[in-house]
């Protein structure tokens, strides 16, 4: 267990609509990324959070969006869905601000499924 | 751009053998990070090890270990005694500068009994 939690497990719903996936990053990290890994690929950076401020951005459409909230926690919303948006997506947190040497500790995934 | 490359969609070893993966990456970055994930069927990404490009000292945790060739720009992962909980995806990632984790696409490894 990393502590990262991430809320839900499983998420099904439909093209077009809207979801939001929620990541509790361990205790005193102040760093939170989101990563998307499509089938049997590697993971897709989308967009770091430190400590309430975007930090870095990646290859993230404008249909999603994410923020940090101020007790540390994050959600990434993802609108107007498609086909193509199943994938797992990944939160991670680290320490600080995320320099190289630091270790990103993984939650375990929300699996979405787009019909 | 930063790209990493991992040739061996899939590699199988006998249980307490030794095997390597492979991972090569392209930058012109002179100061970055490499890392290896390893990914179970229950899809958590945890990190097996970490290399840092100043270092010429190839890193090592327990039965895992890197050889670092930073010329040549090649990070591979030795795996020696092989385990049956070592079965895996295995991630290559590179950390480039404005903080952003580069991903090669993965080895499946697989442990024959």
């Known amino acids: 267990d990393s502590g990262v939690t991430q809320t839900p497990k499983h998420l099904i719903t439909a093209t077009g609509q809207r979801v939001t996936l929620r990541c509790s990053p361990r205790s005193g990290d102040l760093s939170v990324y989101w990563y998307q890994q499509s089938l049997d690929q590697g993971l897709q950076f989308l967009i770091q959070?430190?400590?309430?401020?975007?930090?870095a951005k990646g290859n993230i459409l404008e249909r999603f969006s994410a923020q940090q909230f101020p007790d540390l926690h994050s959600e990434l919303n993802l609108s107007s869905l498609e086909l193509g948006d199943s994938a797992l997506y990944f939160c991670?947190?680290?320490?600080?601000?995320?320099?190289?040497?630091?270790?990103?500790?993984f939650g375990p995934g929300t699996r979405l499924l787009v019909l | 751009a930063q790209t990493v490359t991992q040739s061996q969609p899939e590699m199988s070893v006998q249980e307490a053998e030794t095997v390597t993966l492979s991972c090569t990456y392209d930058t012109s970055e002179s100061d970055y990070y490499l890392f290896w994930y390893k990914q179970p069927p229950s899809r958590q990404m945890i990190l097996v090890i970490r290399q840092e490009a100043y270092k010429q000292q190839n890193a090592t945790e327990n039965r895992f270990s890197v050889n670092f060739q930073k010329a040549a720009k090649s990070f591979s992962l030795k795996i020696s005694d092989s385990q049956l909980g070592d079965a895996a995806m295995y991630f290559c990632?590179?950390?480039?500068?404005?903080?952003?984790?580069?991903w090669g696409a993965g080895t499946k490894l697989i442990i024959k009994p």
């Open positions: 991670a947190s680290s320490v600080s601000a995320g320099v190289g040497q630091e270790t990103q500790y």
């Open positions: 959070y430190y400590n309430g401020e975007e930090r």
């Open positions: 990632a590179y950390w480039r500068s404005n903080y952003q984790l580069i």
